[in-house]
């Protein structure tokens, strides 16, 4: 379970929203002056007047699951405030974040309850895949960027077919086993979503050759040592989006639309005919349930299988 690669490129990213924001700014600026006035203008200046990029206030105290995180250690302070600023100012992802979590979070919230697993954890989600579907380079796949071999471990089935991967409640209830087997492991919340990105053996390994008991005392490799901090500040971010200058409506968020569950335990030779009989067509089914991952569904054990169709008013 590894988090994805579009972090990585969120600084590059950054940097080329910025610069054209500014060159942008500093144009506009010129010509309306210019209009205006026929005095000479100078674009520095206008540049410094019209565009500006402000540190932002670190919080003076900050939890994960409920336990603290030590904002007095000087590079626990910078860590958290690297995840701030990169998420703050890639500004068009972190508006999608918030759309996206009005329609998934709700889906994903009372799976967590029922598993007694802390709501924060609905931001590990958002850390690893942005609640997309994606498939890392590794092969982690979907919401939670579960890999092939630990999803059978946990009872997903995965196949040309079907993979259970992209099914959300199925692939949090997955998600959920093994946070908890995690917790029980090392007794920390927070060390249960690091051992999520770096695997349970990896940081047993770590602690145990560093002599440490916690992950704020750990160094480790640079994905890992992001990674809560990029959920801290995500979570920071969406609590309170208003203040970070994210400005939207209800309408503007994305919402599920309304499905209704029909069950199935034969073959389906066509998905595009299965999807008529429900007045839908295959695209509207495959984003209703998108680990039906081929054209038609085999079943040649007659499992009981629960697909979503569109439910008519």
């Known amino acids: 379970m590894k988090l994805d690669t579009f972090l990585k490129k969120s600084l590059f990213t950054m940097g080329i929203i910025t610069v054209t924001l ?105 850390a690893e895949s942005g609640l997309e579907h994606v498939v890392s380079p590794a092969g982690a796949t979907g919401f939670w960027q579960i890999m092939k071999s630990t999803a059978q471990d946990y009872g997903l089935e995965v196949n040309n077919n079907v993979d259970e991967r992209y099914h959300i409640e199925k692939a949090t209830r997955a998600a959920c086993e093994y946070l908890k087997n995690s917790k029980e492991r090392f007794g920390s919340w ?74 199935v335990d034969t073959a389906v030779t066509d998905f595009v005919k299965f999807a008529k009989k429900f007045d839908m067509n295959y695209k509207t089914l495959k984003i209703h349930n998108p680990w039906l991952r081929d054209k038609h569904l085999v079943n040649v054990t007659n499992k009981k299988y629960q697909i979503k169709v569109t439910k008519l008013n």
């Open 22 to 126: 500014g060159t942008y700014t500093a144009f506009t600026s010129f010509n309306t002056s210019e209009k205006a006035s026929t005095e000479p203008i100078n674009p520095d200046k206008s540049f410094e007047d019209d565009y500006n990029v402000f540190a932002l206030d670190i919080p003076e105290t900050i939890s994960f699951a409920g336990e603290r995180t030590p904002l007095e250690i000087n590079d626990i302070k910078e860590r958290l405030d690297r995840e701030l600023l990169v998420n703050t100012y890639w500004q068009s992802n972190a508006l999608l974040l918030i759309k996206r979590s009005n329609k998934y979070f709700p889906v994903i919230e009372p799976i967590l309850k029922e598993y007694g697993i802390p709501d924060d954890f609905k931001y590990l989600a958002l």
């Open 190 to 263: 927070t060390l249960a979503a690091a051992a999520y990105n770096a695997g349970n053996s990896g940081i047993s390994r770590e602690l145990k050759r560093q002599e440490v008991e916690d992950y704020y005392d750990l160094l480790l490799n640079p994905e890992t040592s992001r990674y809560v901090f990029r959920i801290l500040a995500l979570k920071h971010i969406l609590s309170n989006a208003k203040a970070f200058g994210f400005h939207y409506e209800d309408e503007d968020l994305y919402k599920m639309v309304p499905t209704k569950t029909v069950e």
